[in-house]
C-alpha cells in the first residue's frame, strides 16, 4: 500500500510560464527556482564569543562577567512591564517588584 502512494508524489512535469517541462534536469531547475522564490535568508547573528567583545577592552569584560549588584537588579525589575504573562516559577512581575524587601537576599 506504500508503495501506491509513493508513486502520486513525483512530479512528471512542471509548467512555466506556459512551457511544459519534462526533462529530469529541466525539472531540478524548475523546482529549485520556485523553491528559492518562497525562501528567505536569515541575518547572520554575532557570535558572542567571537564577535562581540573584539571591541570591549578587558576591563569592561570582568565587569559584563561580574556579579550584579542588588540594586541594579531592583532597577531592571522595575522597569519591566509588569502585566506580563507568569514566570517558570508562577508568580508575575507584579509579585517581584511588590515583595522585593523579601524576595531580593535569597534572589541575590
Known amino acids: ?3 501506491a502512494c ?5 512530479i512528471n512535469s512542471l509548467k512555466v ?9 529541466e525539472l531540478k531547475g524548475g523546482i529549485a ?8 535568508s536569515q541575518a547572520k547573528r554575532p557570535d558572542l564569543a567571537t564577535d562581540l567583545f573584539k571591541g570591549i ?6 565587569l559584563i562577567k561580574g556579579l550584579f549588584l542588588e540594586d541594579e537588579v531592583l532597577s531592571a525589575l522595575s522597569d519591566l512591564d509588569s502585566d506580563k504573562a507568569l ?3 508562577g508568580f508575575s512581575l ?14 541575590m
Do not use: H, Q
Not at 509513493?6 to 513525483?10: C, P, T, V
Not at 510560464?17 to 534536469?25: H, P, V
Not at 577592552?57 to 570582568?62: G, Y
Open 57 to 62: 577592552e578587558a576591563l569592561d569584560k570582568d
Open 1 to 3: 500500500m506504500a508503495n
Open 6 to 10: 509513493w508513486d502520486s508524489n513525483l
Open 87 to 89: 514566570g517558570l516559577d
Open 33 to 40: 527556482t520556485i523553491k528559492s522564490m518562497f525562501e528567505y
Open 17 to 25: 510560464n506556459g512551457i511544459r517541462m519534462e526533462d529530469e534536469e
Open 94 to 107: 507584579v509579585f517581584g517588584n511588590f515583595c522585593w524587601a523579601m524576595v531580593g537576599r535569597k534572589v
